[in-house]
């Protein structure tokens, strides 16, 4: 049996460090061993609620229990994990891809616990494809968020950088500008947020910082 056990342990360690992989390749905030060590403790504790109170239960007869409820509580305790992988920056909310993958990457370490390898391996799977999917989906028709700060001498400096930009078919979400004295005469800082199709990111964070003649860009996130 334990043999058995340590077999669970080692398959939801596999295909949750698989899982992890694939977000460490893409730099998400939650990589390979934060997936490994979330997969193998729910499969160890899915045992430990199944296995783990046979002899209580030997010595006394009239004891019952319910081998889910360490379990179910797996359930509950990943929400803080997904939580702290979820951040609100510059009103665009980021890491839910992750929480969601460290939430299924636990209902995979319980189903190794439960001895259900293909069904956990399945599953496995299907995010690995979901992943990949979407990645490759958003690269090609998707856009993404860009906070532009820079500044300029002159707001026909500015009003030529806008026109570009819109010509390029770049949104511009919001923006703010503020006039700056300095001692050689007044200074305009502007900051705005637009999105740019990702298959266009870095040709366009290249172009931001060369085609655009009297403005300095100070911030680029």
């Known amino acids: 049996m334990t043999i058995d056990f340590i077999l669970r342990l080692f398959v939801a360690g596999l ?9 460490e390749y893409r730099a998400k905030e939650a990589g390979f061993r934060t997936h490994f060590l979330v997969s193998l403790g729910s499969a160890l504790f899915m045992i430990i609620s199944q296995y783990g109170f046979d ?10 229990f319910d ?3 360490i379990a179910s509580q797996v359930v509950t305790g990943i929400g803080f994990l997904g939580a702290g992988a979820i951040i609100f920056q510059k009103h ?3 890491g839910l891809t992750t929480a969601a993958g460290i939430w299924v990457t636990a209902a995979i370490g319980l189903t190794c616990g439960s001895g259900l390898y293909l069904l956990a391996t399945a599953t496995t799977v299907l995010v690995l494809i979901c992943l990949e999917a979407l990645h490759m989906v958003l690269h090609r028709f998707g856009t993404r968020a860009l906070t532009i700060t820079y500044t300029a001498a002159s707001k026909a400096s500015i009003a030529n950088m806008l026109k570009k930009l819109r010509e390029d078919g ?12 300095t001692t050689n005469g007044g ?11 990702r298959s266009q990111y870095q040709d366009r964070i290249l172009e931001f910082m060369a ?4 403005v300095t860009i100070e911030n680029m996130e």
């Open 92 to 94: 665009v909310v980021k």
């Open 170 to 181: 770049v949104t511009i979400d919001s923006y703010d500008m503020q006039e700056r004295h």
């Open 187 to 197: 200074l305009f800082k502007v900051t705005m947020e637009v999105k740019v199709k």
């Open 67 to 69: 081998p889910s409820r």
């Open 15 to 23: 295909l949750g460090g698989a899982i992890g992989l694939e977000r």
């Open 211 to 214: 085609d655009f003649d009297g």
């Open 55 to 64: 002899t209580v239960l030997a010595q006394a007869s009239q004891a019952s």
